[in-house]
């Protein structure tokens, strides 16, 4: 088994094996606990609505009263989180401070062994299983691993904690707490590569642990590992952080940031591990395109390289996956780019662009940036305001529509607090020397080092300036609508209007009541009768493929969009072609794609793409392949359509690195019937036993609904397929498996 194997959600209980002595019971109720998907319930749809903060010297000094002030503001967002049945049951709450090296040395000092200077060590805080002897075999695993990654471990601290402010129905679920102390190697250079060292270390850790395979160690879930930074959180509410972990009270327990978090999980089970903050962010928001943003991820595994990763990269895959809330999700994208060379506003900037595409204030220079990372990283889209920081840098950005609070203010000693709202810590008003609200698109960054606030043009000029994102795209980029007219090569259908659109399952209701008023008024129909027809899966009526697929919408009411009234902030641009190399921060990439800038291809259009390699200057190759197939066949006839499309699909042009197929049904006759456009793309582009997997599903669907028995088909049991069950594998460096899982 690679190592990627191990970037999972939820280790399937059957795989599973506990030694004698262990406790299942216990352990099933640990920190992570959360049921399977039954119901509406799903683990993968788990989403955050919350309060955020920070504070920061903007100068860069340190101080125990940074840490302080961090957790009053915490407490003043109490109302932002969510509280249980149990009163003192909370959904989560947590801190990320820099490391006290101070604080951590006297500690040290008296358990026996001496930290280096700051920069020369790093703190991993992790939870652990309660029960001892299973914690010893992780320390053992955790030990070797450091000593593979030619690292030095200096020693282990059991973190101090009084549960005392605990709901009854948390302290079950509580897990254990140490840090360990690493040691930076005499070969590696600099904080940035140790850093990235430790990121390896850590997946490495979690591969190894997940190898043993044992019930016992799904306690185990790195909270932080870094030379810089160090996490506090778990279940509470905002109160009880500082009362459970009473190192937060110590006088040398100091930092020059905070950034502190309170849960409001939207549809989800509080978990130790899904409390914020994470490694790099805290989250206030939802991400609504989660599902794309992964599976675009995954995607990238074949043709991802980075000279920073070298052959290391192949141990950190997946980096995100289903079954994660999608805080931890976007958490792990973004750590991924920055150790990857990026630097913090550059990676954040690719992941939540501000509207560029309709926006025509925005200079040149900046638009080029956005639209050339735009096929490099999809945008992790929804009402968000993420707070963030790598232990130097410390800042703020919101999504581009703005529909999440957050405001900040910077006061005569050098300070600066943001959140989620004002009033959050007592400043009196005539310390105040500015104050503001974090507009759309809009990102605040204070930069330690450099000891000042750094403007959002500043950030963006200098970015969108240091390389020649323009003459990239001229390079790279074919616009769809700038090609010249092709001309017309395929063959028109003689058929009746009426006879296109029942063979491509249009109804009456769909041109009278849909269609018509679009055409004619450029509106969308507005009614309020609502839809009883059953839905696809259950009807006994033949229904277009593309009816068993509904948008998926935000757990979380929002306002609706305005097309017209909202057009700056939306874009309908898509990629058609080879993604460049998530690390190619260089441009050096020749590969060419094809930008269009709506979904929606005219009879025009497809003549262009028809014609692509006539009419640009381009690797591309498109080729005309035949949809139909006689209808007066046998049943099979479909299927053989299927097999005889992807043979056909999957032959490559000679001396063309890519190629398009244009699926046409200009072949339709009274004889002659065509593959759904979906059938068409799968069959010629991809795995067919999916498209199997989902025919063969909606039919025992059907037979569940009246009455028969109800069993998914075997290969989907046995792997799992993502596009119908969701994940149920676990990935121990995410938080711990949803023991009982993995049964569909």
């Not at 005392?164 to 840090?179: C, I, N, Y």
């Not at 920073?308 to 973004?334: H, M, V």
């Not at 954040?348 to 509207?355: L, S």
């Not at 309709?358 to 900046?366: A, C, H, I, Q, T």
């Amino acid at each position: 088994m690679s190592g990627s194997e191990f970037e999972r959600e939820n280790i399937a209980t059957d795989a599973l094996s506990a030694a004698p002595d262990s406790k299942p019971a216990e352990v099933a109720r640990e920190f992570s606990w959360r049921p399977p998907a039954e119901g509406l319930y799903d683990p993968s749809l788990e989403k955050d609505s919350c309060g955020v903060g920070f504070i920061a010297n903007i100068k860069g000094k340190k101080s125990h009263q940074i840490v302080s002030d961090a957790i009053s503001i915490l407490c003043n967002l109490e109302h932002r989180g969510a509280v249980g049945a149990d009163p003192r049951a909370g959904d989560g709450a947590g801190i990320l401070v820099q490391i006290p090296h101070a604080f951590f040395a006297r500690k040290t000092k008296a358990l026996g062994f001496t930290l280096p200077q700051p920069g020369g060590y790093a703190v991993g805080a992790l939870f652990m299983p309660r029960e001892k002897a299973w914690r010893k075999v992780i320390q053992s695993i955790i030990a070797d691993q450091i000593k593979e990654e030619q690292l030095t471990l200096l020693g282990w601290r059991e973190v101090p904690t009084d549960n005392s402010s605990l709901g009854e129905t948390v302290k079950p679920t509580e897990p254990a707490h140490m840090q360990v102390f690493i040691g930076r190697g005499a070969h590696i250079k600099n904080d940035d590569e140790f850093e990235r060292r430790l990121y390896i270390l850590r997946k490495s850790i979690s591969q190894a642990i997940y190898q043993r395979r044992d019930r016992g160690l799904a306690g185990y879930y790195p909270v932080s590992l870094s030379c810089r930074t160090v996490v506090y959180k778990g279940m509470f509410l905002a109160d009880q952080l500082g009362k459970y972990y009473p190192d937060l009270s110590e006088p040398d327990f100091d930092s020059a940031l905070a950034l502190v978090h309170q849960r409001f999980s939207t549809n989800t089970f509080p978990t130790w591990s899904l409390a914020h903050p994470y490694r790099m962010i805290a989250h206030n928001g939802e991400i609504n395109t989660l599902r794309g943003n992964v599976n675009w991820m995954a995607a990238r595994q074949a043709s991802v390289h980075s000279e920073l990763y070298g052959k290391d990269i192949s141990r950190l895959w997946p980096i995100s996956y289903e079954g994660q809330s999608d805080t931890a999700c976007f958490d792990n994208g973004l750590e991924f780019l920055v150790q990857g060379g990026y630097s913090l506003p550059h990676a954040v900037m690719m992941m939540i662009p501000e509207a560029w595409a309709g926006n025509p204030l925005m200079d040149e220079e900046r638009r080029a940036f956005y639209e050339y990372h735009a096929a490099i990283m999809e945008p992790w889209d929804g009402p968000a305001a993420i707070a963030f920081t790598d232990g130097r840098q410390i800042g703020a950005t919101l999504d581009r529509n703005g529909l999440r609070p957050a405001r900040y203010l910077v006061t005569s000693d050098d300070r600066i607090v943001m959140a989620s709202e004002m009033g959050v810590l007592k400043i009196p008003e005539e310390h105040i020397v500015t104050k503001w609200r974090l507009q759309p698109g809009k990102m605040l960054l204070v930069d330690l080092e450099q000891g000042r606030l750094i403007p959002d043009d500043e950030i963006k000029a200098q970015l969108a300036k240091s390389h020649p994102y323009r003459d990239w795209l001229d390079r790279t980029q074919i616009v769809l609508e700038e090609l010249p007219d092709a001309p017309t090569k395929g063959m028109r259908s003689n058929l009746p209007l009426l006879d296109r659109q029942q063979a491509f399952g249009y109804t009456q209701e769909d041109i009278t009541i849909l269609m018509t008023p679009m055409a004619s008024t450029g509106e969308e129909a507005n009614g309020s009768m609502g839809n009883d027809t059953p839905i696809s899966a259950l009807s006994d009526k033949a229904k277009p493929l593309f009816t068993y697929f509904k948008q998926n919408f935000a757990q979380v009411t929002n306002p609706p969009i305005d097309p017209i009234r909202e057009e700056l902030v939306m874009s309908l641009v898509s990629i058609i072609g080879p993604r460049p190399n998530l690390f190619d921060l260089q441009g050096v990439a020749g590969t060419k794609r094809l930008e269009v800038r709506q979904p929606i291809l005219t009879d025009a259009d497809l003549e262009k793409i028809r014609s692509i390699s006539d009419i640009a200057d381009t690797h591309f190759k498109s080729r005309t392949l035949d949809t139909t197939f006689h209808a007066g066949l046998r049943r099979g006839a479909r299927a053989g359509a299927r097999r005889t499309l992807r043979a056909r699909g999957s032959r490559r042009p000679r001396g063309r690195q890519h190629h398009h197929p244009v699926r046409p049904h200009g072949g339709l006759g009274p004889d002659s019937d065509s593959l759904a456009a979906g059938l068409r793309r799968r069959a010629s582009s991809s795995d067919p036993h999916r498209l199997a997997h989902f025919c063969g599903t909606c039919r025992r669907i059907r037979r569940a609904a009246r009455g028969a028995s109800f069993r998914l088909p075997g290969r989907l049991r046995r792997r799992g397929d993502q596009s119908l069950s969701g994940v149920r594998d676990h990935h121990f460096d995410e938080g711990p498996p949803a023991l009982g899982a993995g049964r569909l």
